[in-house]
Nanobody, 122 residues
Framework: VQLQASGGGLVPPGDSLMLSCTLS????????MAWFRQAPGKEREFVAS????????DYGDSVKGRFSIFRNSGKNTFHLRMRSLKPDDTAVYYC????????????????WGQGTQVTVSS
């Protein structure tokens, strides 16, 4: 199984961005999915997760109400829609997946994408 993240970029504060993560070598519905992020000098931080069926989602406190995670099983892709971006959202964003576990810890996901840079700056 491989994950490919895309969609990062440089945006001004208050703007929106949507990240995508495509899974290959497996079926999206067999995996719980998540997004994490890592800013320079900081630990990798949980952003959002979505269950195998897409029926339940969870968000980190710093992004609740601004970010949304959703999946498109027909394209084997899931997304992170980010609104009202702040400079503190600047980080490398990683997508992750696991067949049997879901949670807020990096140790709960076996598969990781390569990361995509999001920079929020005027």
């Amino acid at each position: 199984v491989q994950l490919q993240a895309s969609g990062g970029g440089l945006v001004p504060p208050g703007d929106s961005l949507m990240l995508s993560c495509t899974l290959s070598g497996g079926r999206l519905s067999d995996y719980a999915m998540a997004w994490f992020r890592q800013a320079p000098g900081k630990e990798r931080e949980f952003v959002a997760s979505i269950t195998w069926t897409g029926g339940s989602v969870d968000y980190g406190d710093s992004v609740k109400g601004r970010f949304s995670i959703f999946r498109n099983s027909g394209k084997n892709t899931f997304h992170l829609r980010m609104r009202s971006l702040k400079p503190d959202d600047t980080a490398v964003y990683y997508c992750a997946a696991d067949r049997v576990r879901i949670g807020v810890s990096v140790t709960e996901y076996d598969y990781w994408g390569q990361g995509t840079q999001v920079t929020v700056s005027s």
